[in-house]
Nanobody, 121 residues
Framework: QVQLVESGGGLVQAGGSLRLSCAAS????????MGWYRQAPGEQRELVVT???????NYADSVKGRFTISRDNAKNTVYLEMNSLKPEDTAVYYC???????????????WGQGAQVTVSS
């Protein structure tokens, strides 16, 4: 079993900043890609940003220059620093990790429970 526990989020005014953290625990041999997705009310879940184990990143155009992802491989933790927040960033943010349980196993995708981010205008 793999658990992803998110922390951070909350309510902030437009132009403000928030930081999300997500720690993975459980039966983990290695974690490949980690990332953040978000889902606004009535919308589909969308990619925010991913980061490979090597550190290479893939940002959605809507957050480039404002959001920064980082990870600590020793702690199996990924972070999302969100600056210059806009009301349209309001959503539930989900952590995602692609995990290999043992060296023999195929990778599996896991999700966090979600963290609410609300940006007021």
């Amino acid at each position: 079993q793999v658990q992803l526990v998110e922390s951070g989020g909350g309510l902030v005014q437009a132009g403000g900043s928030l930081r999300l953290s997500c720690a993975a625990s459980g039966n983990i041999f290695s974690i490949n890609t980690m990332g953040w997705y978000r889902q606004a009310p009535g919308e589909q879940r969308e990619l925010v940003v991913t980061i490979a184990r090597s550190g290479s990143t893939n940002y959605a155009d809507s957050v480039k220059g404002r959001f920064t992802i980082s990870r600590d491989n020793a702690k199996n933790t990924v972070y999302l620093e969100m600056n210059s927040l806009k009301p349209e960033d309001t959503a539930v943010y989900y952590c995602n990790a692609v995990v290999q349980n043992t060296y023999r196993d195929p990778v599996t995708r896991h999700w966090g429970q979600g963290a609410q981010v609300t940006v007021s205008s």
